[in-house]
């Protein structure tokens, strides 16, 4: 039985490391996916159980001063990964757009090596994203903790991960270096809303927020089609999910958009804050 076991497990290992990037296999957290499940399955116990449970008789808690910090940290790491996957490899263009092969090619000097760290990082972005939804649920603000927020939010760490274990440096860096701009302008929007209504009458910009989401989910989804189509040393099957979740993220952000901004009166949108106004993304 014994034999057993440890057999299932070797194989289990060899599954995950056979057709790894090896640069990326000694990285914190990067050799297992189990580490990373385990914390995304802490992520849904606590927003789900423990912490409405200890919420039950509390009131809510104001935390201004935590979100803003909070979200200024935030703001700084978007801008340092934007900057980072630009400066790696998408500007000056390192890229072939029309097929890029699995790795940059050899004569770029160490393009490869930056850019997976900086894939890196933004796999380890996803981990302090998940503080955003225990804001809310320390806040009461139960409104926010939709199924589009918790499934983005526990989707995202595993995803990256696959994608920073295998493909560091492939085409797939385009998502990366498109959400970390977006999440510049939306961190930069809750930071500056935390300083309550004397601010928040100058942030006519909330709306435009969700089409930037939209625009990037549109970007996506061609960009997977092209790879579903072209291959580019990409497996189809990740090209196609990838595909898949583009069009499922923007019916809901549309939707959203649309339940938000073209159907509701403007009172009734003051009345419920910024925070129900502009979905996050990641």
Known sequence: MENRTTSLLDGFHEMFDRNQDHRTKDLFLMSSPIPTMVTVAVYLYAIKVVLPAYMKNKKPYELKNVILFHNFIQVLISAALFVGFLLAGWYPLKYDLKCQSLKLPDN?????????????????????????????????????????????????????????????????????????????????????????????????????????????????????????????????????????????????????????YEKKPAKHLAANGHQNNVKKEN
């Open 108 to 260: 770029i000097e160490g393009a490869g090596i930056k850019i997976m760290h900086v894939s890196y990082g933004y796999y380890v972005s996803k981990f302090v994203e998940l503080f955003d939804t225990v804001f809310f649920v320390l806040r009461k603000k139960d409104q926010n903790v939709s199924f589009l927020h918790v499934y983005h939010h526990a989707v995202m760490p595993l995803w990256c991960w696959g994608a920073v274990k295998y493909f560091p440096e492939s085409q797939m860096t385009l998502y990366g270096m498109i959400n970390s701009f977006i999440h510049i302008v939306m961190y930069t929007y809750y930071m500056l809303s935390a300083f309550g209504p004397k601010i928040q009458k100058y942030l006519w910009w909330k709306k435009h927020i969700t089409v930037l989401q939209l625009i990037q989910f549109t970007i996506g989804g061609i960009h997977s089609f092209h790879l579903l189509i072209k291959g580019c040393h990409v497996p189809r099957l990740l090209s196609f999910s990838l595909f898949l979740e583009s069009i499922f993220f923007f019916y809901m952000f549309a939707q959203f958009y649309l339940k938000a």
